[in-house]
Nanobody, 124 residues
């Protein structure tokens, strides 16, 4: 059974940091692009960041560029999202995902596998 499991969410004050992790099991995702999306209450799910299979390319939403960093450890089948300088508008459920596509990483429809999500709440 393929599973993506997120961890690391929580409550943090504005300006603080959190590190999300997404561990994969049941399948080796070493050749998959891995991504992070988020969904705030009453809003559409939106792209946050993605990383190519070997970590050589990364792609960020404008809203998080310069504050968030995506990375991966293929030996551990895990992808990370380091979030710094957090803002209240970053509050959302964060989802990790995996795709076999090599383009259009910002499109949720391109992703084949999804985790259940982890809540991130940033207080002002």
């Amino acid at each position: 059974q393929v599973q993506l499991v997120e961890s690391g969410g929580g409550l943090v004050q504005a300006g603080g940091s959190l590190r999300l992790s997404c561990a994969a099991s049941g399948r080796a995702f070493r050749t998959y692009t891995r991504g992070w999306f988020r969904q705030a209450p009453g809003k559409e799910r939106e792209f946050v960041a993605a990383i190519s299979w070997n970590g050589g390319r990364t792609y960020y939403a404008d809203s998080v560029k310069g504050r968030f960093t995506i990375s991966r450890d293929n030996a551990k089948n895990t992808v990370y999202l380091q979030m710094n300088s957090l803002k209240p508008e970053d509050t959302a459920v964060y989802y990790c995902a995996a795709t076999s596509f090599s383009t259009d990483w910002g499109m949720a429809a391109r992703y084949d596998y999804w985790g259940q999500g982890t809540q991130v709440t940033v207080s002002s």
